[in-house]
Structures are given as C-alpha cells and as structure tokens.
C-alpha cells in the first residue's frame, strides 16, 4: 500500500487528482510527469526566468496542464499559499546547503504549503548528508538510485 492508497492502481491513475507542487523544478521533468499521471493541480517554481520558460514550453509541447511560477523558492514560501498539496517535492542544486533546504521544508510546513496529510519529497545527492527533518514530520523511506537518493517524509500524527 502506498502513502495515500492508490499503490494498487496503474501508474497512470496513482496520482489522479493529487495536487503537487514542484520546488526548484528546472525545464519541468517531474511536474510534467506527475501532470501527465493524473495530478492536478501541478504547479512548478522555477527561479531562473529562461529555465522557466523551458518548463512552460514544455508542458505545452506534451499538453501537460502545469502552473509555472517564476520565482525563487524562498520568496514563493514566503507568502501565502494559494493551497496546500498533496505533494511536495523539492530538488534543489545539489550545492544548496543544508541550512537553506531546512528553512525551506520548515516554510513548506509553518506556511501551510503541505496539505495535513501530504507527502513531502526532497531528492538529494547520495554523497551529501541526509536532511534534517523538523520535529513534526517522520521519515517514512528512502531510496537510493545511484548518485541520487529520495527522501519522503510525512506528518506524525496529530502534528
């Protein structure tokens, strides 16, 4: 069983009707592919104006309905939410530091960017250290795809 109970379903219908927000998305690879499996909305925040345009290019070409924010992270979690998601998930440079990407996950949750029951998502390099997660949130798993590891994390219960 998955997080939120569609691990039976196809990876086509898994994420149908989820709402995911892509953090540091880059030309939209994750936020085009969880649109592409059902998730709505999807909303990707792209810092680099450029970078950005590459995303709604191509979520276009695909016909991938994704909301492309150009922004830096920090000043879009500053704000207020124009919901809570399902899913957050954050792949930043690498070379972010630790400090900047626990102020991050620490705006996602005090703001109210992760829906009570959501899923946060933080993808990192194998070499660096894991991250460290708020007090409110448990770690549920992680996987390491070679160079690259994948952190989800959820409220405890009753946080």
Not at 29 to 38: D, L
Not at 77 to 98: C, F, M, N, Q
Request: hydrophobic share 40%; glycine share 12%.
């Amino acid at each position: 069983m998955s997080w939120c109970g569609t691990g039976d379903l196809s990876g086509d219908e898994a994420l149908s009707g989820i709402s995911f927000l892509d953090l540091y998305g880059g030309s939209g690879g994750v936020a085009i592919e969880a649109a592409s499996r059902g998730a709505v909305p999807v909303r990707l925040v792209e810092r680099d104006g450029k970078v950005a345009g590459i995303a709604r290019r191509n979520a276009d070409h695909v016909g991938a309905s994704v909301q492309v924010t150009t922004s830096s992270v920090s000043a879009l979690l500053s704000g207020t939410p124009d919901r809570a998601y399902d899913i957050v998930w954050l792949d930043p440079p690498y070379a972010l530091g630790a400090e900047e990407l626990s102020a991050a996950v620490e705006a996602v949750l005090e703001r109210g960017w992760l829906a009570e029951d959501g899923l946060l998502v933080i993808e990192r390099s194998s070499r660096t250290p894991d991250p460290v997660l708020p007090a409110e949130l448990a770690e549920v798993w992680g996987r390491r795809y070679g160079e690259t590891t994948v952190h989800y994390a959820t409220r405890k219960a009753g946080q």
